[in-house]
């Protein structure tokens, strides 16, 4: 998806993007497969500078970001998803729920490395 938005519609997307965006789909597809009963859908789309990462899932139970701990052995994949992410939403949906994550596509010009902070 991100090769061809580069490629066809000349929009700047880096390295970075590429492996984060396929990094955060992995984790979202994973937990929607692995905690919902029903059917996952995913969507990718380009929302100004970012990729939008948006899985629906048919478990109506919004995900909760848990403490950090170096102890705990998985269930990290909503952290890093936070940790990398520029955005994040969960939104009960009138069946499920919808996962939104926003990554950047290029790169910040200052070397930063931001993402959201699990509370």
Do not use: C
Request: proline share 7%; glycine share 10%.
């Amino acid at each position: 998806f991100l090769a061809r938005v580069q490629s066809v519609h000349g929009l700047p997307v880096s390295q970075r993007a590429m492996d984060l965006t396929q990094l955060v789909v992995s984790e979202l597809v994973t937990n929607a497969r692995k905690y919902a009963p029903g059917p996952v859908l995913l969507d990718l789309r380009i929302a100004g500078d970012t990729v939008e990462v948006v899985v629906w899932d048919s478990d109506p139970v919004l995900p909760v970001a848990r403490a950090a701990d170096a102890g705990r052995v998985g269930q990290h994949g909503l952290e890093i998803v936070m940790a990398v992410a520029q955005g994040f939403e969960a939104q009960r949906e009138p069946v499920g729920k919808r996962i939104t994550a926003r990554i950047a596509l290029a790169d910040d010009p200052g070397g930063a490395v931001t993402g959201l902070t699990p509370q």
